[in-house]
């Protein structure tokens, strides 16, 4: 709770929702999985700086070939003694230009499914690991994302997080915390452009009195605030959740789905509300472009609502069963 209500602020007054971003991907998706998962020696070597934000962390699980269906992706770790050896290359890493340490996915047992994945600790100046060039990317701009590719990268089993064949449990776990407390930034920065939306409608004339007062404007500024007023109560349910250590998966889905559908349609809502203005640069335009990826990443909405149903018990969506 605590938590979301911190990244909220952070939404609220820092206009680089990108980087709300980068705090939060750093955060959740790699400092709580080794806070939920790593042995005493692995905190203790890393939690220290990345807690004090002197080292920077980035996850990688997603590839090419690899982006909702994660459990098929292809970078391999294959064990040699007292290390893995890993190959392949993840995309979309956040954080990546200025990590320097990731938390990544790899294969152990191709074709195992959900206990086929194992989560690695890799310093970024490990021999065999680099960091494509910087994307260019039309939202979160301020959040910097690169390629990370592994070449014959030697990893020690002692930076194994969790445990071989854990991996997909630690993804999962991340997940629970990015689809809440990330996703509250973006009730911040919703609340932030809601109310100088209102402030323009209430300065903005037209037909000699202010927008704000013909129906059609007053109405779609309380649209907004329905939306973002609800999708914060799902929020606040889902943190309120893990805060008591629930296993439940929907309330973060739901929230997930929530925050994100409102972020878009209130971006869209803010930049039709200043006319020709809305299509100049400015917070109403950065908050559309900020909010298409959130509808993405954390798992795309459709992935969110096959998650949803499956934890509703709704058939065809069940993980593929324990193959050893
Ligand atoms: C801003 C941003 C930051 C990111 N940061 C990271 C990061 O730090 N680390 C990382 O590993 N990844 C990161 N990602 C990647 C993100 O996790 C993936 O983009 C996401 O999982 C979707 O994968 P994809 O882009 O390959 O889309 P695809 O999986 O190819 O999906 C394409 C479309 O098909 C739909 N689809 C696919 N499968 C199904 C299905 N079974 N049912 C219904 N619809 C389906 C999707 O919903 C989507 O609309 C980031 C992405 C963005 C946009």
Redo the contacts with the bound molecule.
């Keep these: 709770m605590t938590v979301s209500a911190v990244m909220e602020a952070l939404g609220y007054g820092c206009p680089d929702t990108g980087f709300a ?1 980068s705090v939060a ?1 750093h955060l959740f ?1 790699s400092l709580m999985p080794i806070v939920e998962f790593g042995s005493e020696e692995q905190k203790r070597r890393w939690l220290p700086a990345l807690c004090s934000g002197e080292r920077i962390a ?5 590839e090419p070939e ?5 459990l098929n992706l292809r970078t391999r770790a294959e064990r040699k003694g007292d290390h893995y050896v890993l190959h392949g290359s ?7 230009p200025v990590a320097d340490v990731f938390v990544v ?1 790899a294969a152990t047992d191709p074709g195992g499914g959900f206990f086929g994945l194992t989560a690695f600790i890799v310093e970024a100046s490990t021999h065999g690991l680099s960091v494509g060039p910087t994307y260019d ?1 039309v ?2 701009r301020g ?1 910097p ?1 690169a390629d990370v590719h592994f070449d014959g990268c030697v990893v020690p089993a002692v930076d194994v997080l969790g445990a071989e064949g854990a991996g997909a449990s630690v993804f999962s776990s991340s997940m629970k915390w990015e689809r809440t407390c990330l996703f509250a930034a973006y009730l911040g920065a919703m609340r932030r452009v809601l109310e100088s939306t209102i402030n323009y409608a209430g300065e903005r004339e037209q037909f000699g009195v202010p927008i704000g007062s013909f129906q059609a404007v007053s109405h779609r500024l309380v649209d907004m605030t329905l939306r973002l007023e609800s999708a914060r109560l799902m929020l606040y349910k889902a943190a309120s959740g893990l805060a008591r250590g629930s296993e439940d998966e929907i309330a973060p889905a739901l929230a997930k789905l929530a925050v994100s559908e409102a972020a878009v349609q209130l971006g869209l809502d803010a930049v039709q509300l200043r006319g020709a203005l809305g299509m100049l640069e400015g917070e109403a335009e950065t908050l559309l472009r900020d909010a298409l ?1 959130s509808r ?8 969110q ?2 998650n949803i149903a499956r934890a509703l018990g709704l058939g065809a ?1 069940r993980r593929p069963a324990r193959r050893r």
């Design positions: 971003f991907a998706a980035a996850h990688g699980i997603t690899a982006g909702s269906d994660v993840k995309c979309f890493t956040t954080n990546a996915q990317k939202g979160l959040s994302m990826p993405v990443f954390s798992g795309t909405n459709e992935i609502k096959n969506n």
